[in-house]
T-cell receptor, first 114, second 117 residues
Framework: QQQVKQSPQSLIVQKGGISIINCAYE??????FPWYQQFPGKGPALLIA?????SEKKEGRFTISFNKSAKQFSLHIMDSQPGDSATYFC?????????????FGAGTILRVKS | GAVVSQHPSRVICKSGTSVKIECRSL??????MFWYRQFPKQSLMLMAT?????????EQGVEKDKFLINHASLTLSTLTVTSAHPEDSSFYIC?????????????FGPGTRLTVL
């Protein structure tokens, strides 16, 4: 119930295309869903985050779509660029006794071909 | 804003020695700091949660006597890997959170690459 399942494991997209990464969760107590981008040898950096009372959030080329009933959320990267090539992690957290800890998905390695 | 630093960025040590890694929030006070380890091509694994002035809470399977965490101030947490062995070689990443709510953002440090020979 604490897991966040992420797919695909890896993704190759042409420059200018749309990259889509999906995540699913079971525990409805999760109340915060961030996406992190990580380059090799670096720490993760927050990209965008959403709360379950919102169905979509857009920041520049990055959009989170959130489906509360299906317990799924996804990251869309529009006009993908070679500089977007990185590993992307979805995550979820909840308050209370869970200690507000982040539960991470397994990660998706994105490669944007120029 | 919201910058988290780690020091050192890379460390190589001999088996049996202890290594200390520092995590600092540079421009905000962090009520909570977290320590993760990450193996190549894998996700982040939470090791422990650290609140300023109190004992760290360790995740199941993480040896608290081996991975000593000290959160001395609202801007500094340290992780000491005691009697390090080659299997402790990994990428250690800290994060810091400004507030106490689950919706408060965790900001990650750049990571420390530990290699134990």
């Amino acid at each position: 119930q604490q897991q966040v399942k992420q797919s695909p494991q890896s993704l190759i997209v042409q420059k200018g295309g749309i990259s889509i990464i999906n995540c699913a969760y079971e525990n409805t107590a999760f109340d915060y869903f961030p996406w992190y981008q990580q380059f090799p040898g670096k720490g993760p950096a927050l990209l965008i985050a959403i709360r379950p009372d919102v169905s979509e959030k857009k920041e520049g080329r990055f959009t989170i779509s959130f489906n509360k009933s299906a317990k799924q959320f996804s990251l869309h990267i529009m006009d993908s660029q070679p500089g977007d090539s990185a590993t992307y992690f979805c995550a979820a957290s909840m308050g209370g006794q869970a200690g507000n800890k982040l539960v991470f998905g397994a990660g998706t390695i994105l490669r944007v071909k120029s | 804003g919201a910058v988290v630093s780690q020091h050192p960025s890379r460390v190589i040590c001999k088996s049996g020695t202890s290594v200390k890694i520092e995590c600092r929030s540079l421009d905000f006070q962090a009520t909570t700091m977290f320590w993760y380890r990450q193996f190549p091509k894998q996700s982040l694994m939470l090791m422990a949660t650290s609140n300023e002035g109190s004992k760290a809470t360790y995740e199941q399977g993480v040896e608290k006597d081996k991975f000593l965490i000290n959160h001395a101030s609202l801007t500094l947490s340290t992780l000491t890997v005691t009697s390090a062995h080659p299997e402790d070689s990994s990428f250690y990443i800290c994060s810091a959170r400004r507030g106490a709510a689950s919706t408060d953002t965790q900001y990650f440090g750049p990571g420390t690459r530990l290699t134990v020979l």
